[in-house]
């Protein structure tokens, strides 16, 4: 009965260790930063930026507690803000930060968690933004000072967030833009803009095609003009060789000249297959037809006979 009784003191008694040693033990990784609490009241930070390594540690039971944060980089997503530039042009701006817990006791000690730090630092990036967006215009803020202004935002924010136990490692812009309304405003001008441009090409090409049209009228009137004139000088130039070959030749032979004359006259007046001539026989125009030397005149005499060329 004795013997049954110790046994089962000393199973009671190592099952009461194991507890106390459960409870006493805790693991702080390579991640995480710890704060040893003895009745509320902070005794001891672990493995704060290298001062101590990551292991196991030990605390006393039920009088101490233990809080673990994060050692690693935290994300903070800002919802998008509205803001005011310089020169009175309004801005949504969406921005996101970094950041790690570089004091543990003062981050406890002032925001106790992360949630809360996140609203925190929320407020006074925004604040930031505003006060320092402010006083650039919007040229500046999307295009040549973007760089610039982030970093004195960074600036601002880590001068507030250092009474938190933070530190603000990276801040970011990601979109800058105009509201929907004012984009739509904007590219309705910028629409209209190049329609009236286009308009001015237009009107331009019209007056320039007519230019050009105008010119190459005026050069085929000139040219046709020229032509006709040239065409005219050549054809009285034809006509009068022509009259003077045939006044050579009239002059040479006139009896030849007579009778070639006639054969055109017969040739072109008796050339249709319906061509009716009410004429007298003895009409001097068929004077070959009676007489083939054309002696014959018109009345029926007898034209005299011509000498013989000697």
């Known amino acids: 009965m004795n013997t049954q009784t110790i046994r089962t003191g000393l199973v009671v008694l190592a099952a009461l260790l194991l507890v106390l040693a459960y409870a006493s033990a805790f693991t702080v990784t390579q991640t995480q930063q710890a704060l040893v609490l003895q009745f509320g009241r902070v005794r001891t930070v672990l493995n704060q930026s290298g001062t101590d390594r990551p292991g196991l540690y030990f605390k006393l039971p039920f009088f101490e507690s233990v809080v673990l944060f994060e050692k690693r980089l935290l994300d903070l ?7 005011l530039s310089a020169d009175r042009q309004n801005l949504e701006v969406d921005a996101f930060a970094r950041y790690k817990i570089s004091d543990p006791l003062r981050f406890y000690q002032s925001v106790n968690n992360i949630q809360v730090a996140n609203q925190r630092l929320s407020s006074f990036t925004n604040a930031a933004m505003r ?87 005026r050069d085929v009137t000139v040219l046709l003009a020229e032509a006709s004139q040239k065409a005219d000088q050549l054809r009285g130039q034809g006509d009068a060789d022509r009259n003077r070959i045939l006044a050579d030749a009239f002059g040479q032979d006139p009896d030849f000249f007579a009778f070639y004359r006639s054969m055109q006259a017969y040739e072109k007046g008796l050339s249709g297959s319906e061509t009716r001539l009410v004429i007298s026989p003895n009409s001097d125009f068929f004077r070959y037809f009676n007489d083939p030397q054309g002696r014959q005149r ?12 000697q």
Not at 77 to 83: A, G, M, R, S
Not at 182 to 208: F, K, P
Not at 298 to 309: K, N, S, T, V, W
Request: proline residues 4%; glycine residues 4%.
């Open 298 to 309: 018109l009345g029926g005499a007898a034209a005299p006979a011509r000498a013989p060329a």
């Open 77 to 83: 997503d800002l919802p998008v803000q509205t803001v």
């Open 131 to 217: 006060n320092v967006l402010a006083s650039a215009s919007r040229d500046a803020i999307v295009r040549t000072q973007r760089e610039g202004l982030m970093n004195r935002i960074q600036e601002d924010v880590n001068r507030q967030a250092k009474n938190l136990g933070i530190e603000i490692i990276d801040l970011r812009l990601t979109r800058v833009d105009l509201p929907a309304a004012n984009s739509q405003a904007v590219y309705q001008r910028m629409q209209t803009e190049r329609q009236r441009e286009a308009a001015d090409l237009r009107a331009n090409g019209q007056q320039i095609s007519a230019t050009i049209k105008a010119r190459a009228d």
